[in-house]
């Protein structure tokens, strides 16, 4: 008879254990899936600030290039685009979303810059590159 009484003690305090380490499991589990959201961000600012970066040193409208940020690191940023010293630099803003975004009370931030594309007019001597006496011997 005490085995019995001892065997069911025992499922008892199994069941006290998990119920109070299940919160504790979930609030890690919430803890690293924000970890996750945060990463996941920074990526996608970087990501659109090169992007954004790329397009306004190739001469895009900042419209053109705010559009080109908003695609590629999502429509909630805000972006920033300036010209200085021959560099295009465009700097893109985000916050964490979700359930659990309180916890993250800063903005993220991500910054890129590309020197500004100079483009010349050609002619048509331009256009042919200049014969060698290697490529005049041969025709």
């Known amino acids: 008879m005490g085995s019995t009484g001892e065997g069911h003690r025992q499922r008892g305090s199994v069941t006290a254990e ?6 504790a499991v979930t609030a890690l589990l919430a803890i ?28 895009d409208s900042s419209e053109q290039v705010m ?16 010209t200085a ?14 359930a659990l975004s309180g916890l993250v009370p800063w ?5 890129a810059s590309a020197k500004v594309e100079q483009y010349r007019a050609r002619g048509p001597a331009a ?10 011997a041969d025709g």
Not at 85 to 98: H, K, Q, S
């Open 107 to 111: 903005t993220q931030l991500a910054q």
């Open 32 to 59: 690293l899936l924000l970890a996750v959201s945060v990463g996941l961000l920074q990526l996608r600012l970087e990501e659109g600030a090169r992007a954004g970066a790329r397009a306004a040193a190739r001469g």
């Open 67 to 82: 559009a080109i940020v908003h695609r590629v690191a999502g429509s909630s940023v805000t972006v920033s685009v300036g």
């Open 127 to 136: 256009a042919t590159p200049p014969r060698g006496k290697a490529a005049d």
């Open 18 to 23: 998990l119920a109070v380490v299940l919160p």
């Open 85 to 98: 010293a021959d560099f295009a630099t465009v700097t893109v803003e985000g916050r964490v979303g979700g």
